[in-house]
């Protein structure tokens, strides 16, 4: 079972355990709307790229508010069964989703107080840092510092490269890859000039 698939399995109990009325870190999102969302990214190819293209976005909303109001059972089993057949992120599930299914994951399980970071294995790990070394240029893209992830083990990748102060994050790579798309509730230590640290935490790190 690929490391989607595991993460697929454990947002699915984490979804069921919350409820369909809890929060997530998806903005105003419950879970029931963020289950909606993965639904429609799987099996509506005629209303998922109003996820990237906004003059689709209307149209995406609109499906996505009638996959939500089916009933929550209903909504965990097609997550939880992922991508039909026909679907093109069948065959590259264990790459596509990837990332979609652990953070979104993180998203239902960090939206609750009292959260701690989960202890992965060092195989999982590896596979994050890969996933962040070729994701990180484009998360960061805005940045106008230069900008260098790091690990507690001694690896590095520079994702912004340029003149003047830089800022270094460092966490591991599952927590330096929830900063990278986006999400503020992580563990990570960013050193460097107290100002370009602002501004680094501070972009929209939106893919």
């Given amino acids: 079972m690929s490391m989607a698939q595991r993460e697929r399995r454990a947002l699915v109990e984490a979804m069921d355990a ?3 009325d809890a ?3 998806c903005g105003t999102w419950t879970v029931r709307d963020l289950a909606a969302h993965l639904i429609v990214r799987e099996r509506r190819p005629d ?3 109003g996820i990237l293209l906004r003059p689709l976005a209307a149209r995406l909303e609109s ?3 009638k996959v939500a109001v089916q009933p929550f059972e209903r909504l965990l089993e097609l997550v939880r069964t992922g ?4 679907s093109p992120l069948k065959p590259v599930d264990a790459v596509a989703n990837l990332s979609e299914m652990f953070v979104h994951h993180e998203d239902v399980r960090r939206a609750e107080s009292g959260w701690e970071p989960r202890e992965l294995a060092a195989e999982d790990e590896d596979q994050l840092w890969k996933l962040l070394r070729r994701m990180g240029r484009l998360a960061y893209r805005k940045s106008p510092v230069p900008i260098m992830l790091a690990t507690p083990d001694g690896r590095s990748v520079a994702v912004v490269s340029g003149d003047g102060p830089g800022v270094t994050l460092t966490g591991k790579p ?3 890859l929830l900063h ?3 999400r503020d509730e992580v563990r990570i230590a960013a050193t460097g000039a107290d100002d370009a640290v602002r501004t680094v935490l501070a972009l929209d790190r939106s893919i």
């Fill in 180 to 182: 990278a798309f986006g």
């Fill in 83 to 86: 991508p039909p057949w026909w």
């Fill in 18 to 20: 919350a409820g369909p």
């Fill in 47 to 49: 209303a998922a790229p």
């Fill in 63 to 65: 499906v996505q508010a």
């Fill in 23 to 25: 929060p997530t870190l």
């Fill in 174 to 176: 599952s927590e330096l």
